[in-house]
């Protein structure tokens, strides 16, 4: 994971990247209840203030995950599973996301967010 996190040429993957976005996706499923969960759109694209939008996070997630040798993809794949399930149960799908102007290959996308007014 140091490895990738040192060597990838993103904004967004650095040292101490992956443990950062993993704490974020966990802090925004953590709060108790059966409510649902809106992710909410960060207002600023700096390497700081984008894991506001814990889809972010999950981005990151992703991209380290595809990176990862075999063995370590299925270490870091067994902490983001479960937290990938919650996820699904907490949020709910945007029925709108085919119509959206950007489309998106990951599922996290698609889900109902609190958008910025722009967004």
């Not at 443990?19 to 996706?25: E, G, Q, S």
């Not at 794949?77 to 085919?98: C, E, I, N, S, W």
Request: net charge positive; charged share 30%.
């Amino acid at each position: 994971m140091h490895r990738v996190e040192y060597l990838h040429p993103s904004f967004y993957i650095h040292p101490g990247g992956t443990d950062r976005a993993l704490r974020r996706y966990r802090e925004f499923l953590h709060p108790p209840g059966k409510s649902p969960l809106y992710p909410q759109e960060a207002v600023c694209s700096c390497s700081g203030c984008s894991f506001d939008d814990v889809r972010h996070a999950r981005d990151v997630l992703e991209e380290v995950l595809e990176r990862l040798p075999e063995r370590a993809r299925a270490e870091l794949g067994r902490l983001v599973k479960p937290l990938d399930a919650v996820f699904l149960r907490r949020t709910l799908p945007d029925p709108f996301a085919h119509r959206r102007q950007w489309r998106t290959r990951f599922w996290w996308y698609r889900r109902l967010a609190d958008r910025l007014p722009w967004g």
